[in-house]
């Protein structure tokens, strides 16, 4: 009888169902059910009576609940008590950082000094590749990352979604509207970084375009927000993209932002670690990440 087979079956009987369960746990479902059916095995009676509408305990799984309740407090107060030895010892845990995260940042550091008042977080920024390889080196704890991607020797794991949100000149005639429908944006040039120094969105960008039945045109490139907004909102019609958390703290003369639709751009950040069991610090990171 696993410690982890104990956790799921806990949280299916909380939940009384396993897609929610699954959803709390960070895992997919089909985890869950595979651990439940094997405590099922070796105790060789069923927990729970299954059926399509719903999910109850049996009377076996009614039992084993106090004491898996038992036995899963006595680890986390275990731990606890490393927990706190380590948080004594620790010191600063850092933390890779991406570019246009906004107030999503803000939220993470906040949660993270409630969790771990004790340590100290470093944020360290750099490109993606060198951000990752320092993940792997050891020289960071974790980085954020915009895009789905896969890593050798790192863990990815998905966090929030943030919707692109379009950069439009605020004397054009589309500035005017509440939401921006993707196909109208096809007769005016896009500046974007190209996709060497920022795949995932340059990919997002044009592969909306094309859902929306148009190939973007391509204007100058992306450089400096500074500078790319305001030859949008001073030059040549033209748009850009911008993450929401990160639009709504840049209010600039010239410009507006307005949501996508037809369709809704949006972008996955995931937070990479090593695939070690995460010391205190960085078990309270991840759940500060995934609270925000």
């Known amino acids: 009888m696993e410690i982890r ?29 595979q651990q439940v059916r094997r405590l099922e095995r070796e105790l060789d009676v069923p927990l729970f009576d299954r059926t399509t509408r719903s999910v109850r305990l049996t009377e076996a799984g009614r039992r084993l609940l106090p004491h898996a309740r038992e036995v899963l407090a006595a680890r986390s107060r275990a731990r606890a008590a490393i927990d706190e030895l380590r948080a004594e010892r620790a010191g600063t845990l850092r933390l890779g950082s991406s570019s246009g995260l906004g ?14 008042p004790g340590a100290q977080l470093e944020l360290v920024t750099g490109t993606t590749d060198d951000r990752l390889k320092r993940v792997r080196s050891g020289e960071l704890d974790a980085t954020l ?3 789905e991607r896969t890593e050798p020797e790192l863990e990815m794991l998905p966090l929030w979604q943030d919707p692109l949100m379009v950069a439009l000149p605020a004397r054009h005639d589309l500035a005017a509207r509440d ?8 007769a005016l040039p896009v500046r974007l970084s190209s996709r060497s120094r920022n795949p ?3 990919d997002l960008v044009t592969r909306s375009c094309r859902a929306a039945g148009f190939e ?3 204007g100058a490139e992306f450089t400096t927000a500074q500078d790319t907004l305001a030859g949008i909102g001073f030059g040549k019609p033209s748009w850009t993209v911008f ?26 950040t995931y937070l990479a670690v090593r695939p070690d069991p995460p010391r205190a610090g960085l078990r309270a990171l991840i759940e500060a990440c995934h609270a925000a």
């Open 5 to 33: 087979q104990l956790r799921y079956f806990l949280t299916v009987a909380e939940e009384l169902h396993f897609g929610r369960a699954a959803e709390r746990l960070h895992i997919v479902q089909s985890a869950v059910s």
């Open 103 to 116: 107030v999503r940042l803000d939220t993470v550091l906040a949660g993270f000094a409630r969790l771990a």
């Open 145 to 147: 990352l915009r895009g």
């Open 179 to 186: 939401v921006i429908d993707m196909a109208d944006l096809a």
């Open 200 to 202: 995932a969105l340059y």
């Open 216 to 218: 973007p045109r391509f």
């Open 243 to 268: 993450y929401a958390p990160h639009a709504e703290q840049l209010p600039v003369p010239g410009v507006v932002f307005r949501p996508l639709r037809d369709p809704a751009p949006a972008m996955r």
